[in-house]
């Protein structure tokens, strides 16, 4: 299976800003959290950071034709407005679209309530933390 994990704005910073949200663990312990989980269940993953809505896109379009089975996706603030990241990930179908987020976003500020991605995502993992990530994989592998 190969996967693109990609991460939205801010991401970056997790270790750095609102610990008591995002926690103490920075974002190159996310990476290789991610990387080694796929290693041992012998997934293909890119992982990728941007703060840049555009940059996002073209990187889940060229998914399309890079043959990429998945997409798992964290896209920071980008989740509760952005119609163009939307409207990509609806463009590449039939590679699977699985929705993450570190914290629980249903349960916080009401402008964070929304999500626009999880209209064309399969599932959303969300709540707890890095581990957010790797039940996506493992979910990607069991359906």
Known sequence: ????????PNINFIG?????IYGE???KFLVKKIQDHAKKLKVKAKIIQSNHEGFLIDLIQKCYFK?????????GAYTHYSIALLDALKSVSPIRIIEVHLSD?????????KSLISEVSEKVFFGKGIDSYLEAI?????K
């Open 25 to 27: 663990k920075n974002y």
């Open 1 to 8: 299976m190969k996967i693109l994990v990609l991460n939205g």
């Open 67 to 75: 043959k990429y089975d998945a997409i798992i996706i964290n896209p």
């Open 105 to 113: 976003i249903f349960n916080r500020e009401i402008y964070r309530n």
């Open 16 to 20: 750095i800003r609102e610990k008591n």
């Open 138 to 142: 493992d979910y990607l592998l069991i």
